[in-house]
């Protein structure tokens, strides 16, 4: 799904919490340390070729400046113009329900 934005993350490891994986996941793509992050909404959503499951957490408190530790580009943009962003589809009800929680 290379070419659209998207929201950092991956795949939970074996014995491994969710929490624990999107820590982990944020210091090794943003090199940023997540606190308390908390859980919003799971999903799952059909592309042509596969079938995925995704969750979206909340994380308010982190310690560090975002930057791309795997050469990806970064950008901050205004919850409320996330969906002008060339982003993927399956993440578009993450987007709506993270401007409903900040209204």
């Known amino acids: 799904m290379g070419g659209h934005w ?3 993350g991956g795949k939970v490891g074996d014995r491994e919490s969710e ?6 996941e944020l210091r090794e793509e943003l090199g940023v340390e997540a606190r308390g992050p908390q859980f919003c909404l799971r999903l799952t959503h059909a592309y042509p070729d596969r079938t995925v499951e995704l969750s979206f957490w909340i994380v308010r408190d982190f310690a560090g400046a975002p930057h791309g530790l795997d050469g990806q580009q970064l950008q901050w943009v ?11 589809e399956a993440d578009r009800p993450f987007i709506e329900a993270l401007q ?3 209204q």
């Open 100 to 102: 409903r929680l900040l």
């Open 19 to 24: 929490p624990e994986a999107l820590i982990r």
């Open 6 to 8: 998207e929201f950092p």
């Open 78 to 88: 205004p919850a409320a113009d996330l969906g002008r962003q060339d982003i993927l």
